[in-house]
T-cell receptor, first 117, second 118 residues
């Protein structure tokens, strides 16, 4: 069955620490997309990244980086030199490929990150 | 600012009330979504509209009634709700999907309406 697991419910770090948020997924498809979204206290989820299953290159965007490992079905997210503004709930999601109404967007439960000054 | 505006931000209603949630997007998208976010549960997709047509109803009780008069506006009409319906209701938009509730497009979310049913 399709599933997204974010094992870390809450993480607390001190500013400037590096932090990695884990995401493990299960799917039977060979074509799928993985996403990360950020939900700050204001409520709206903000898109961070989309990665398709055929692109295993790691990605870096400023202080953010993502490590996609198909061999372990993981798509982990690292924040380098964390800042207070990074405090939010982070969601990982899986969208399977293929056509028709059987595709689903599966969400993890989220990891609440608190970055303390 | 994501380009998706939801009103009201907070709503308290009794079980016999009728109220409506409103969502407006200024992104030129043609797909709009209602999601329910409850504590300790994954985001639950409720409804999807593509080009004003409902393409997904995820077994949502009839006390929730969506309306999409045009591609920029989405409403969720509420009546005779239950306390367990208390949650954050999020609206999202995207480029059109080809079917179902899954999309490979990135979603743009509003800030949500925090609903409390007494």
């Amino acid at each position: 069955a399709q599933k997204v697991t974010q094992a870390q419910t809450e993480i607390s770090v001190v500013e400037k620490e590096d932090v990695t948020l884990d995401c493990v997924y299960e799917t039977r498809d060979t074509t799928y997309y993985l996403f990360w979204y950020k939900q700050p206290p204001s409520g709206e989820l903000v898109f961070l990244i989309r990665r398709n299953s055929f692109d295993e290159q790691n990605e870096i965007s400023g202080r953010y980086s993502w490590n996609f490992q198909k061999s372990t079905s993981s798509f982990n997210f690292t924040i380098t030199a964390s800042q207070v503004v990074d405090s939010a709930v982070y969601f990982c999601a899986l969208s399977e490929g293929g056509a028709g109404n059987n595709r689903k967007l599966i969400w993890g439960l989220g990891t609440s990150l608190a970055v303390n000054p | 600012e994501t380009g998706v505006t939801q009103t009201p931000r907070h709503l308290v209603m009794g079980m016999t009330n009728k109220k409506s949630l409103k969502c407006e997007q200024h992104l030129g998208h043609n797909a709009m979504y209602w999601y329910k976010q409850s504590a300790k549960k994954p985001l639950e997709l409720m409804f999807v509209y593509n080009f004003k047509e409902q393409t997904e109803n995820n077994s949502v009780p009839s006390r929730f009634s969506p309306e999409c008069p045009n591609s920029s506006h989405l409403f969720l009409h509420l009546h005779t709700l239950q306390p367990e319906d208390s949650a954050l209701y999020l609206c999202a938009s995207s480029r059109p999907t080809t079917g179902g509730g899954a999309t490979n497009e990135k979603l743009f979310f509003g800030s949500g309406t925090q609903l409390s049913v007494l």
